[in-house]
């Protein structure tokens, strides 16, 4: 079975219980690679920019010093298990989707590699969460 690194370390004064198909070896998480959100466009992701903001969409591509994302949108506010790797394998947290503000989708955005501090790939159940969150709007 092949893993993929999705959480940090855990803190010891509070085990959390892991969902089904993960592993913890040495502190760390792994998620059964066939349980990322993975379709014919590609991986579903959560990428953490320094200047551009935060971003969740399909990795189309990551060559020449840039980072390629398909129908992608820009998340603003959202609520999760404290981190964007709690988002990015749990999704939003039920309580607080009316609180969570995520922009349009964009058929395709280009992010520098530079810009690009971390790509995390989402499980599927994350990429339902997230997806399932209207376009926020200032009306």
């Not at 792994?30 to 920019?49: D, P, S």
């Not at 969409?57 to 981190?83: E, M, P």
């Not at 969570?100 to 058929?107: D, G, K, M, N, S």
């Amino acid at each position: 079975m092949k893993y993929r690194a999705i959480l940090t370390t855990k803190n010891k004064t509070k085990q959390k219980a892991k969902m089904k198909n993960e592993i913890e070896i040495n502190g760390e998480i792994y998620i059964k690679k066939t349980e990322m959100a993975e379709t014919a466009e590609g991986h579903y992701v959560i990428v953490r920019c320094k200047n551009a903001g935060v971003h969740a969409g399909y990795l189309k591509s990551r060559k020449d010093g840039v980072v390629t994302l398909i129908n992608s949108r820009r998340l603003w506010r959202w609520w999760s298990k404290f981190t964007l790797s709690g988002l990015a394998t749990c999704g939003v947290l039920r309580s607080k989707e009316k609180e969570v503000r995520f922009a349009c989708v964009l058929p395709k955005l280009d992010l520098t590699e530079s810009d690009v501090c971390e790509v995390i790939y989402c499980t599927e159940d994350a990429r339902k969460s997230i997806q399932s969150i209207p376009e926020h709007t200032n009306k």
